[in-house]
């Protein structure tokens, strides 16, 4: 079992940054992929994107070159950097962690608001 706890959300300006955190614990040895998803109000849950367990990355395209992934694979945590933030990336933002026998656990969630 893996446990994910989200932090960082927030009300942000248009254009301002944010950095979302993901902090796993328990069978953390067990993870490939850790990553997030958002779902806004009215929406399906959208894929935003992932970093695997070697430190390669895969973006939305409607994030690329705005967000990025990393992982600090000793501390267990996975960060997404929001720069650029434009109101249609409000949503609630989804922590995921991915093992290698394709289980999937999910953080709490966390609101990003991003007003014009």
């Known amino acids: 079992q893996v446990q994910l706890v989200e932090s960082g959300g927030g009300l942000v300006q248009a254009g301002g940054s944010l950095t979302l955190s993901c902090a796993a614990s328990?069978?953390?040895?067990?993870?490939?992929?850790m990553g997030w998803y958002r779902q806004a109000p009215g929406k399906q849950r959208e894929f935003v994107g992932y970093?695997?367990?070697?430190?390669?990355?895969n973006l939305a395209n409607s994030v690329k070159g705005r967000f990025t992934i990393s992982r600090d694979n000793v501390n267990n945590t996975a960060y997404l950097q929001m720069n650029s933030l434009k109101p249609e990336d409000t949503a609630v933002y989804y922590c995921?962690?991915?093992?290698?026998?394709?289980?999937?656990?999910w953080g709490q969630g966390t609101q990003v608001t991003v007003s014009s």
């Open positions: 995921y962690a991915s093992t290698f026998r394709a289980n999937m656990y």
């Open positions: 328990g069978s953390t040895f067990t993870i490939n992929r």
């Open positions: 970093i695997n367990s070697g430190g390669n990355t």
